[in-house]
């Protein structure tokens, strides 16, 4: 496992691609808090299928350049709704 402050900015730079500034803002705390840390994240955002996209992953939507629904999807989780 790589040391948390590397691991955070691989995932900057990972995601980076994909949000914007302002939204990893609000995507990296938010996913930080409900995973404990950047490798996590790292592992859902790639790895993890999400049921309500198909069981497609993460990255495989902003690749797609679905990057919003992604946003959304958090949104949507984090007032309650179920993933």
Do not use: R
């Amino acid at each position: 496992m790589v040391d948390a402050s590397k691991s955070h900015e691989l995932l900057k730079q990972a995601i980076g691609t994909y949000f914007s500034k302002s939204e990893m803002k609000y995507v990296i705390p938010l996913l930080l808090n409900w995973s404990g840390n950047a490798d996590n994240i790292m592992d859902w955002f790639e790895n993890e299928p999400i049921p309500a996209f198909g069981k497609i992953t993460a990255k495989s939507l902003c690749e797609s350049g679905q990057a919003k629904q992604i946003i959304e999807y958090l949104k949507a989780i984090e007032s309650g709704g179920f993933a």
